[in-house]
């Protein structure tokens, strides 16, 4: 068991450094005074930057941040990505969250550049790319480290049992799996106040593609608008559809009530920008196939954290226990059916007072060092204290 503190990391994601899980670990290990760290995010959607971006910390502290550029055309560039850096530095722990990031994490072991290389999950689809040669050969590698890697990490049990089932990987055959959900540092989050429900604001957080369901909730608010109902509503994110829905919005006469704000790269914009709302919406559409079905979204743990009543559908697998325990509803993949949601919610301010304890006292549950300190304890990487602090 080696002291985190003692040791060396990579934490190895797509996207960007605020996205969690991956966010959650880096800033964990820095918060723990982990002798270095170092991070590299490649790109993950096609209009991300086209920029693979590494950080090194030491003892918490950035030290040196570099940018490579390369072309990006996901899903075909994915394969440029084990190529940077060409030659990372050994580090003790290697954090890959997808199986390209794996693999290039077990041929450092072998080289002895890596010493432990845990395979991070941060999603499941059983065809990923269809029925073609590309699933195939994606599902071959995921199934290579699945029982390669030194330790699995998923969100969920729907993904853990998905993945065992798609690959056959059963007790002994596989490296040891454990779950551990998306977190938040509840230290740092700032909450809606008690009288939010004041602002009438409806907020969305998310990417901008037909599964996240804004097309649906556009209609839902231009019928509450017909009623005359009073609300407003903010969007943020970027996507393939930001322009179409923008110019949807304002077809629908809703250009004076819906702001699309874009995309907030910095989580401390995120949690003000949800501390402002009222009410948090995640309209995914259940008509197609989507990883959330086996994932832990991350964003509705942020509209909890915020203290924000949650409408959404029952595509995430934790929808039933949101409703149960955390004060969510869950409605029909309708327009009409997201319209009356919303506007009993905003009526009902004893509701919504009662929604918004639920989140907060569930919430509670899930701060970032309670789930990740045992979880790299099974590893073997022992910290210092079960209770972290969020780093600045």
């Known amino acids: 068991m080696r002291q985190i503190a003692d040791s060396t990391f990579a934490v190895v994601a797509n996207g960007t450094a605020d996205q969690p899980p991956a966010s959650g670990l880096h800033e964990f290990l820095r918060a723990e005074g982990a002798r270095k760290v170092t991070t590299i995010f490649h790109p993950l959607e096609p209009e991300d930057e086209p920029y693979h971006e590494i950080t090194v910390y030491e003892r918490g502290r950035r030290t040196r941040t570099r940018r490579v550029p390369l072309p990006s055309k996901p899903p075909y560039t994915f394969a440029l990505d084990p190529l940077v850096p060409p030659w990372p530095g050994r580090v003790d722990g290697w954090f890959a969250f997808n199986n390209l990031a794996a693999a290039r994490g077990l041929l450092a072991r072998r080289l002895g550049r890596a010493g432990k290389v845990v395979y991070w999950a941060v999603d499941f689809v059983p065809d990923r790319f269809g029925t073609g040669a590309l699933t195939r050969l994606y599902d071959s590698l995921d199934a290579y480290c699945c029982r390669t890697v030194d330790g699995r990490i998923e969100l969920s049990q729907p993904a853990l049992s998905g993945r065992n089932e798609r690959h056959g990987l059963t007790d002994g055959a596989a490296a040891p799996a454990q779950i551990v959900p998306i977190g938040v540092w509840l230290d740092r989050v700032p909450h809606a106040p008690e009288d939010a429900l004041a602002k009438r604001r409806i907020v969305f957080i998310g990417h901008l593609v037909k599964r996240q369901g804004v097309g649906l909730l556009l209609e839902a608010l231009q019928l509450l608008g017909e009623r005359g109902a009073e609300f ?29 704000v874009g995309f907030l790269d910095d989580h401390r914009d995120v949690e003000a920008f949800l501390a402002g709302g009222t009410v948090a919406v995640a309209p995914y559409d259940p ?35 949101l409703v149960d325990k955390a004060g969510a509803e869950i409605f029909g993949w309708d327009p009409e059916a997201l319209a009356g949601s919303i506007e009993r919610l905003l009526a009902d301010e004893v509701e919504w007072q009662r929604r918004r304890a639920a989140a907060l006292h569930y919430i509670g549950g899930y701060d970032w060092a309670n789930l990740l300190a045992p979880a790299l304890e099974r590893i073997g990487f022992f910290s210092s204290r079960r209770n972290g602090d969020a780093p600045q």
Request: charged letters at 30%.
């Open 232 to 260: 407003e509503c903010e969007i943020a994110g970027h996507g393939p559809l930001a322009e179409e829905l923008r110019a949807d919005a304002q077809r629908r006469g809703l250009d004076s009530r819906v702001r699309f």
């Open 287 to 321: 008509t197609g196939q989507t990883f959330t079905r086996y994932a832990d979204p991350s964003k509705l743990k942020s509209y909890l954290a915020a203290g924000l009543p949650i409408l959404t559908t029952d595509v995430p697998p934790n929808a039933e226990e």
